[in-house]
């Protein structure tokens, strides 16, 4: 009897501790399957854009922002209502329509928020002008006479301010006209005044035109004639009413008779470019001033060279009266320069002499026209040393 009672109790326990063990093995299996299933978090891919993304304002300037949602393909997605928020206000302020307005300067960024995702914009406060001053007039302007002005922006602190757009306008454009870019014409006698305006801030030039006395004479200075291929000469042109009175700040317009044989730039520099004649000229308010460089004189040898095939010109003035001109070259070797004189005005040569060698001659007794007659020198071979004579007979 009591055999059987200690194995009913053995078969009890065993049954307990099996039964345990399956409730603990169920609950990790349950356990597990809880992990396995559970659902991931939601990442939001979207996102904000803000427009325009950077900008520049000056202290007291505003600027309408606009913010957009949109997926990850970059389609926009309909949303809700945008919330502004200024990261420094006391830089820039944002309203809740997305209008900035500048406050000082420097920078701050401008936040938009739709549907929990923030977009931003980067906003930059740069000083407005603060005072404007014109410059580039200290007399009176001539009836026609254009001059123009400068001006200069300054911030509160007194420095420049570049790129900043201003506007021109005249009290009187009967008396005198200023363009957009700052310009003055002077139309008739009298008084104007001129304001520059930027940004609100302006300035003004009291402009008196004048009727002033017209050129009458113009004089070219230094009065050298001789120069070089390849050198130059500053000229300067002296003006004078018809009182002899020096005239300033009167246009002036540069030519030359040649610009293969010599040039002349907008402001008087005289480039002499291969041997010959030409004469550079100033002209002001229809008047002119003349200089020849590198003449022809009579009976005054000059010793001359070219390369083949060249053809260089050069000019002597026969006076009234004359009653012959002979043209002559000579040199030494085999080389061989031909020569070609013409009368004024004519494109035809009234003597050509193509001799073998150096020596060449033309000779005129008769229909000696008074003026500038053409003495061209042509390269038939190169040549050096060839002495070229002009003799007027009176």
């Known amino acids: 009897m009591m055999l059987q009672l200690r194995s009913l109790r053995r078969g009890m326990v065993a049954t307990r501790l099996l039964l345990g063990a399956t409730l603990l093995l169920g609950g990790m299996t349950a356990c597990s399957d809880d992990e396995d299933t559970a659902t991931a978090p939601v990442v939001n891919t979207n996102t904000v854009v803000v427009s325009p993304r950077v900008a520049s304002l000056r202290v007291g300037q505003t600027q309408q922002l606009a913010a ?27 309203s809740a329509t997305g209008l900035v307005t ?4 420097g920078s701050t960024a401008i936040q938009a928020t739709i549907g929990g995702v923030t977009g931003i914009a980067s906003l930059q406060g740069v000083p407005g002008v603060a005072s404007i001053s014109i410059a ?40 005198a006209t200023v ?34 006395a017209p050129v009458n ?11 070089a291929a390849g050198s130059t000469q500053q000229l300067v042109a002296t003006l004078r009413d018809a009182n002899s009175n020096v005239l300033a700040n009167r246009p002036i317009t540069w030519a030359s008779s040649s610009a293969a044989t010599g040039s002349v730039s907008s402001t008087g520099l005289v480039s002499a470019l291969v041997p010959g004649t030409f004469t550079v000229t100033a002209t002001s308010e229809g008047r002119s001033g003349s200089l020849t460089f590198n003449p022809l004189l009579s009976n005054t040898p000059l010793t001359i060279a070219g390369p083949l095939n060249s053809a260089y010109s050069w000019f002597i003035t026969v006076p009234a009266g004359a009653t012959g001109l002979t043209v002559t070259l ?6 061989d320069p031909d020569l070609e004189v013409y009368r004024p005005g004519t494109t035809t040569a009234a003597c050509v002499s193509e001799a073998a060698g150096p020596t060449e001659s033309c000779a005129f007794t008769t229909a000696v026209t008074a003026g500038e007659w053409r003495v061209r020198v042509i390269g038939y071979t190169a040549y050096a040393g060839v002495t070229l004579r002009a003799v007027v007979t009176p």
């Open 330 to 335: 000579a040199g030494t070797g085999t080389q």
């Open 68 to 94: 957009t949602l949109l997926n990850q393909a970059g389609a926009t997605v309909a949303a809700g209502a945008v919330t502004w928020t200024s990261v420094e206000p006391t830089i820039a302020t944002v």
């Open 179 to 212: 363009n957009a870019d700052g310009v003055i014409a002077g139309v008739a006698p009298g008084a104007a005044v001129v304001t520059a305006t930027s940004e609100g801030r302006t300035a003004t030039v009291n402009v008196v035109v004048e009727a002033l």
């Open 102 to 105: 500048m406050l000082t300067t």
């Open 136 to 175: 580039g007039l200290t007399r009176a302007v001539a009836v026609g006479e254009q001059v123009p002005l400068s001006f200069r922006t300054l911030d509160a602190a007194g420095n420049a301010l570049v790129a900043r757009a201003v506007t021109w306008s005249s009290s009187a454009p009967t008396v």
């Open 217 to 227: 004479t113009v004089t070219l200075s230094p009065t050298t004639q001789t120069l």
